[in-house]
Every structure is written in structure tokens, then in C-alpha cells.
């Protein structure tokens, strides 16, 4: 930080810990004219309620001491950070983030899915067809943020697509990437019988999550970000953008999801009912 010497139009910040925007905070706060920031959905304390808006409760913001690589604080050392910021006095834009995907994105959970269904063959879908499912393409949030600051617009959005139905989600992947897909669903208490974790990490299936606790945490009302600026671009656009940018590396997205072998191991279990 020392090393920004001079005025700055806008900052845009990405940082997740309080410790990391106390010092941005104390070093361009009296130097910038506007601030931007990528927080979370995560920051909300109700995950159930669908199609709720930026009105809804709030998580209690992190404790003084808390330890910032734990990652169960992520969403309360976010509200601390919009804390800070909005503290600034500052021209603020604060987006609240669903699950940023697309090329080059740091995530892994929507590159697992279009890589297996690149792979074809029968795949384990979680959860029901009518399940909701929401994200945001990374390029779209970065452009969006980049004309929020240039303008100097304010208030805090939800910044993320229109929820769709996993149905929905799993038959766009799928036509991005020229496939029929073999969908067999099953249901979560099996999933959970068989030991198999939502959301993220290994022998988990990304971007599915149990309901009724999680039912609104991919379906929140975007209406606001779009009448403010957000413009996501079609599903299936990102998908074969992100199943292109994968063919590159096919290292890329083996971090995240059922393995080949633990996804088989499911589905006969399923079947052998």
C-alpha cells in the first residue's frame, strides 16, 4: 500500500478479510473520489427465504478477533468489510456477489459441471429439477463494477444472474458443450447417505446445496442489479466460453466435485435400491 502514491479516481476492492480493508481504507480513503467493492451473498443470515432482496438480515459482522483463515467467518468478515467501507463516507458501490464462474475465474463449481457434462455419459444430478441455481459471469461483474466507478453510482445490489432451475442450468451446460445429457436425479437424503457433501470440495457436487435451510441462497431478486446496470450475458454463452478456456489445462477443474469412481460408486448404489 505505501507504494500508491497520488490520487486515484476509483478503487475497486476485492478483499475479504477486515484486516486487508482497514489498511485500503487508511491508505486511499482521502485519495479517491469513489468506492467500489465485491462483497458476497454469504453476508445474509437467512438462507432459506427465496427472492429476497439487499433489505434482508444481515449477518452479525466479525468479532475483533477473529481468525481470518477460517474460512466459516467468510460472510461475517464480509459485512465487517462493507462496514469499513461505508464508514469511509465515500461515494460507495457495494455489490453483493453470487458465485462468480467463467473463464479464467478462480472457482471450480460451475467448471465442474461443464466438464462432466463435456464427458457425457450418465451424471448424478442433485437435488430436483426445480431446484433453483444462480451465479454471475466474471467478465459481466468486472464490467459492471468498472462502470459503476467511472460514473460514480452508489447503493448495494445483489450482483448476480436470474435464478434458473438446475433442470434449466444442467440443459444449457449441456448444449453449450453439443451434448445430450443422461441425467439421473437423486434426491438428498441419499446424497447424504452416501457421504456425499454439497456446494464444494472433494466428494461433494458443486453448486447444489439441501433445502429447505439453503432455498434462497441461489435465488435472490436480481431485479435491482439489473435496473442499476448489471447485464449477465446467456448461460450459454459462458459455458462454452468456460468449457474453451478449460481445453486449454484439463488440470483446471480436478479440484472440485465426484471423482469418475465416486460418481459410478453413487449412482449403482442409487440404482440398487
Not at 491508505?27 to 451473498?41: D, E, M, N, Q
Not at 448461460?235 to 468456460?242: K, S
Request: hydrophobic share 40%.
Amino acid at each position: 500500500m505505501s507504494k500508491l502514491d497520488g490520487n486515484f479516481d476509483a478503487v475497486i476492492d476485492v478483499a475479504r478479510h477486515p484486516s486487508q480493508v482497514r489498511a485500503a481504507v487508511a491508505t486511499l480513503a482521502k485519495r479517491t473520489g469513489h468506492w467500489s467493492f465485491v462483497s458476497t451473498c454469504s453476508v445474509y443470515a437467512d438462507d432459506a427465504t427465496p427472492f429476497q432482496t439487499t433489505e434482508g438480515p444481515l449477518k452479525e459482522a466479525a468479532p475483533p478477533d477473529v481468525d481470518e483463515t477460517d474460512m466459516q467467518f467468510y460472510g461475517q468478515w464480509k459485512v465487517t468489510c462493507e462496514q469499513l467501507v461505508l464508514e469511509t463516507g465515500l461515494p460507495v458501490f457495494i455489490d453483493r456477489a453470487g458465485l462468480i464462474v467463467g473463464p479464467g475465474a478462480a472457482e471450480n463449481r460451475f467448471h465442474y459441471w461443464v466438464s462432466r457434462l463435456a464427458r457425457g455419459g450418465e451424471i448424478l444430478a442433485p437435488g430436483t429439477p426445480s431446484d433453483h441455481v444462480q451465479w454471475i459471469d466474471v467478465r459481466d461483474l468486472a464490467d459492471w463494477h468498472v462502470r459503476a466507478a467511472s460514473s460514480g453510482q452508489t447503493g448495494i445490489y445483489d450482483g448476480m444472474c436470474t435464478p434458473i432451475t438446475r433442470g434449466e442450468f444442467l440443459d444449457g451446460i449441456a448444449a453449450a458443450v453439443g451434448v445430450a445429457p443422461e441425467l439421473t436425479w437423486v434426491d438428498q437424503d441419499f446424497l447424504a447417505a452416501q457421504k456425499v457433501g454439497p456446494w464444494m470440495g472433494e466428494r461433494t457436487l458443486p453448486m447444489w446445496l439441501p433445502v429447505p435451510e439453503y432455498a434462497g441462497f441461489m435465488a435472490r431478486d436480481t431485479s435491482p442489479a439489473y435496473a442499476g446496470g448489471l447485464s449477465p450475458r446467456p448461460l450459454i454463452d459462458t459455458a462454452r466460453d468456460t468449457f474453451a478456456w478449460l481445453e486449454t489445462d484439463p488440470e483446471i477443474n480436478r479440484r472440485a466435485g465426484l471423482t469418475p469412481s465416486e460418481e459410478s460408486e453413487v449412482l449403482a448404489a442409487w440404482h440398487a435400491r
